[in-house]
């Protein structure tokens, strides 16, 4: 009786770690021949994406010495939310000091914090935090829209392409990732300055009303958009959505 | 016979009597009835809905949220789309909205999208197996079902199902469908929409029938083995041809070229010949070349090694290594001579003008490019071998060559590339067995499937093969059984042919290059359509002999095409009479001639209440607006009657503009309209002279 009983206890446990086996992710370690006391971005942070897509540029990081200067051959580790996929999530850096690696995010729209880490000659880590956002439908069709429609007076970058319109007005607005101006206005007064025009929050009327050229959900998703970009985000305080 | 000693024991124990025999097997039975109604029990689905009940028990808005969720199996069933998707089981949460931070699937709440649940259901978009009820037969790929779930990135591809279309949200796929026709994929494929229409390039190989009259053997030898070392941007995918086999096709092109007639100027050729040396005709050719706006269409790579320059005709940068003078100069001439249907405009370029330009372009050369290029006279054999591979690697899908038939069909079929069965197709070593890694790996490493493949390399970067992936995905049998009422048709495609000599002008120019007319045409410069009830006829005239941009921050321009004065008489009347919009009367309301007070009236609403200073500059010391065209001469070039109802309603004009509408009352629309048309310039000469 009892080896039945243990037999089919075992024969469930074995049959429901198997059906709910997930692939597990070994990171190779490579051996550290140098290290470093900090660790910068050289570029790729901040990009943004569709979810699950890869982004357009990959992450470069620099581990830097006491002195400044970058350091061949430290480990670089990296860290992100589930759903991230980090191709390499480990390494060393190269001759001028850098880790580069490509990164795609997962399917679901909203910020990832990637860690990269790094330890220093003392058994101690170096850290630094960066941000990818990832845009659902809602923030991907504000963004064309932005595109279209704002980005000429509410960026300030220009490219070939578009020539920004910023130093042109009298009253600047806010770029978008502005989230200490933004963040505190509700989504009814996003809805009321962009549908009704800078007059409607009592602002320059040099911000055109869009309520008669965009459609209401248009208009709901460039203020998702705006919301998704805003920096510091938009939110709770410490909620850093897309993290389990 | 006698069991051993202690089973017969046993036995007796057990089984002594019939009662008790009979009560162990009752319960036997009862165990094995039992198990039915454990596995049940034990579903993943009644875990996950236990879960979500434990999870919103704890919430604010529980009594809400438990009296919307409904226990057991759920089901959205769609008859007319053969839709039955059990997803909901699971996913519980996808309406409730107060569970947007809830980040924990299957409980996560449906990002905010265009269609309802209850209308599409879920396998619509993201495929998987709708009536599953276990995790791993809804999501992955089984024995029973081969359909895993999307992956993310490619769900622009189930909106390309219904929407035949351009949508604003899905980038991507837009882009894929412009690659697909832009890389001439279609050409050797087959796509058909789900209405029965093919899809057709847009790329516009050149014809190879007077090849040897454009350029030398060396140059396509070198070509052939990679187009990219020519041009970066060269959309001509490379064929990976051994190196006797690019000298066997180089061989056979030359040998079945034809003389084209072209035609000869030798003033030109001796204009060309000196500029290589002379920095005075140098620096006039470029000019030459930045006031005809080349650049619009042609890019160059410059010093910094970044290309300058649109992408509508090819890359210019090493052109003088490919092209002879003798073409070049017939071609600036008049493009249509070697090629009718060509998108180049003719210019009327002198033939000095011809000289320079051929000059100048014939300096852009790379010396490596041809360096190690030897070939030999080519023998028969060669040709002959040279032909056989021109027909096996089907180049006349693409290129018109003497001798060589199009090939029908030359490959696969992709119309239901989206849904094609995995246990039908052939992987290549190292490929997981997913339609989408297949698809993608064909596109990435076509060679990798084995040896004899013809499918060529492209060069797309990751970006550039998922959105590509979402175009092909999208052609797949749901799209082609989707009920009618659900989907939105392709835009129809336009064979507008302009009528007349003024219609030959516009062929020869090659208008539609750049600008849309009645549906048919490029987007780099407006739509046209209705420019007749737009412009005043005089104005129209003045552009034609001297086009300047009306919009300052616009890099690229509309060129002086040299119009004799009867040509231009003879395109204005044309537009004018022919290119009006039926909403506008031209002639209902007077070009000039308001009263002072609209006027004033009309400055107050612009400066203020409206605040059009932010985009358009009307006097130029003081307005900035860089957005809009300036309007310091509207008055002299719109007719009154196009500017009121631009006030009203601009986008009802020019579908897709910037401008927002305002829903302005008919007296500020008055009002306005008579300020702009004031706007006259300080005389007629301005706008020429900038």
């Given at each position: 009786m009892k080896r039945t009983a243990c037999l089919l206890i075992f024969l469930v446990t074995a049959l429901s770690v198997g059906c709910s086996r997930q692939p597990k992710t070994f990171v190779l370690v490579a051996k550290p021949t140098a290290y470093g006391t900090a660790i910068v971005e050289s570029s790729g942070g901040k990009q943004t994406a569709g979810v699950g897509t890869p982004l357009l540029q990959p992450v470069v990081l620099q581990v830097n010495d006491e002195q400044g200067n970058a350091v061949t051959g430290a480990l670089v580790i990296l860290h992100g939310p589930s759903g991230i996929y980090l191709d390499p999530a480990a390494g060393t850096t190269d001759s001028s000091g850098q880790f580069t690696t490509n990164v795609s995010l997962g399917v679901i729209p909203g910020r990832y914090q990637i860690t990269a880490s790094t330890t220093t000659k003392t058994g101690k880590t170096a850290e630094l935090k960066i941000e990818e956002i990832a845009f659902g439908y809602q923030e991907m069709l504000g963004s064309q829209l932005n595109d279209q429609y704002c980005a000429r007076c509410h960026n300030q970058e220009s490219s070939p392409e578009r020539v920004s319109n910023y130093d042109n007005l009298e009253v600047k607005p806010h770029p978008f990732t502005e989230g200490d101006t933004l963040n505190k206005m509700s989504d009814a007064d996003l809805t009321a300055i962009i549908s009704h025009g800078g007059p409607a929050l009592n602002k320059s009327p040099l911000m055109a009303p869009y309520g008669y050229t965009l459609s209401k959900s248009e208009i709901q998703a460039v203020i998702a958009y705006i919301r998704m970009v805003s920096d510091p985000p938009y939110g709770a305080p410490g909620i850093v959505y897309a993290q389990k | 016979m006698r069991l051993p000693d202690p089973l017969e024991k046993l036995r007796q124990r057990f089984f002594g009597d019939t009662v008790r025999t009979f009560g162990w097997i009752s319960l036997l039975l009862l165990i094995l009835l039992a198990i039915a109604p454990a596995k049940n029990h034990f579903a993943d689905w009644r875990r996950y809905q236990r879960g979500y009940e434990h999870l919103i028990r704890t919430r604010s808005d529980a009594v809400t949220l438990q009296r919307h969720f409904e226990p057991g199996v759920q089901q959205i069933w769609l008859p007319e789309m053969g839709v039955v998707d059990?997803?909901?089981?699971?996913?519980?949460?996808?309406?409730?909205?107060?569970?947007?931070?809830?980040?924990i699937q299957p409980y996560r709440h449906h990002p905010d999208i265009p269609h309802k649940l209850d209308e599409f259901g879920c396998s619509v978009c993201h495929r998987g197996q709708g009536t599953a009820t276990s995790v791993e037969d809804a999501h992955q790929s089984t024995l029973a079902w081969e359909e895993p779930i999307l992956p993310a990135k490619y769900l622009e591809s189930s909106c390309g199902q219904c929407h035949q279309q351009d949508l604003k949200g899905t980038p991507q796929l837009n882009l894929g469908r412009k690659m697909l026709t832009q890389y001439g994929c279609v050409h050797c494929h087959t796509v058909k929409r789900p209405d029965g229409s093919t899809i057709t390039g847009t790329d516009d190989p050149p014809t190879l029938t007077h090849i040897a009259d454009k350029t030398s053997r060396e140059w396509i030898y070198a070509w052939l083995k990679d187009p990219q070392a020519y041009a970066t941007t060269a959309t001509m995918p490379n064929f990976k041809l051994k190196d006797e086999d690019a000298r066997d096709i180089s061989a056979f092109l030359i040998s079945s070229s034809t003389p084209a007639s072209l035609k000869l100027v030798q003033a030109s050729l001796d204009a060309a010949k000196k500029v290589k040396d002379d920095a005075a005709l140098q620096t006039k050719a470029a000019s030459l070349y930045g006031e005809s706006f080349c650049a619009s269409c042609h890019a160059v790579q410059n010093a910094a090694g970044n290309l300058v320059g649109g992408?509508?005709?090819?890359?210019?940068?090493?052109v003088g290594s490919k092209v002879k003078p003798e073409w070049l100069q017939a071609w600036v001439r008049n493009p249509h001579d070697y090629d009718p249907p060509t998108g180049m405009p003719h210019y009327r370029f002198s033939d000095q003008e011809v000289g320079l330009l051929t000059g100048f372009l014939m300096g852009k050369s790379d010396s490596d490019l041809l360096a190690n290029v030897h070939l030999d006279a080519a023998t028969p054999e060669q040709i002959a071998h040279g032909k056989r591979l021109v027909n096996d690697y089907g180049c006349a899908s693409c290129h018109e060559i003497n001798g060589i038939k199009r090939p029908?069909?030359?490959?696969?079929?992709?119309?239901k590339i989206g849904s094609k069965p995995a246990n039908q197709l052939a992987f290549a070593p190292g490929v997981p067995h997913t339609l989408y890694d297949y698809i993608n790996a064909k596109i990435r490493q076509p060679r990798a499937f084995g040896p004899g493949l013809k499918m060529p390399q492209y060069t797309f970067n990751t970006a550039q093969v998922d959105a590509l992936m979402n175009a092909l995905l999208s052609h797949n049998e749901r799209a082609l059984t989707m009920p009618a009422a659900k989907t939105v048709a392709a835009l129809p495609v336009s064979h507008y042919e302009p009528a007349g000599k003024a219609g030959q002008l516009i062929t020869d120019l090659n208008c539609f290059s750049c600008h849309a007319i009645n549906g048919r045409g490029g987007d780099m410069a407006p739509d046209i359509t209705w420019e007749g009830s737009s412009v005043q006829r005089d104005w129209l005239v003045q552009f034609f002999r001297n086009p300047n941009t009306l919009r300052p921050a616009l890099i690229r321009r509309m060129p002086k095409f040299n119009l004799t004065d009867a040509e231009i008489n003879t395109l204005t009347d044309y537009i004018m009479t022919v290119y009006q919009s039926p909403k506008i009367d031209r002639d209902s309301m007077p070009l000039s001639g308001y009263s002072a007070g609209q006027v004033e009236l009309g400055k107050q609403l612009y400066y203020s209440k409206y605040s059009c200073q932010a985009c358009h500059i009307i006097d130029t010391k003081q307005d900035k607006g860089y957005?809009?065209?300036?309007?310091?001469h509207v008055g002299s070039r719109l007719t009154a009657a196009w500017v009121y109802n631009w006030m009203k309603d601009p986008q009802a004009l020019r579908p897709g503009t910037q401008e927002p509408k305002r829903n302005m009352s008919d007296d500020d629309a008055r009002a306005l309209t008579a300020f702009l048309m004031s706007q006259k310039g300080r005389d007629g000469q301005e706008a020429k002279k900038r």
């Open positions: - | 059990r997803c909901t089981t699971c996913h519980s949460a996808l309406k409730e909205t107060t569970l947007m931070d809830v980040t992408n509508v005709g090819p890359e210019l940068t090493k029908e069909n030359f490959a696969p079929e992709l119309t957005i809009g065209p300036t309007l310091s």
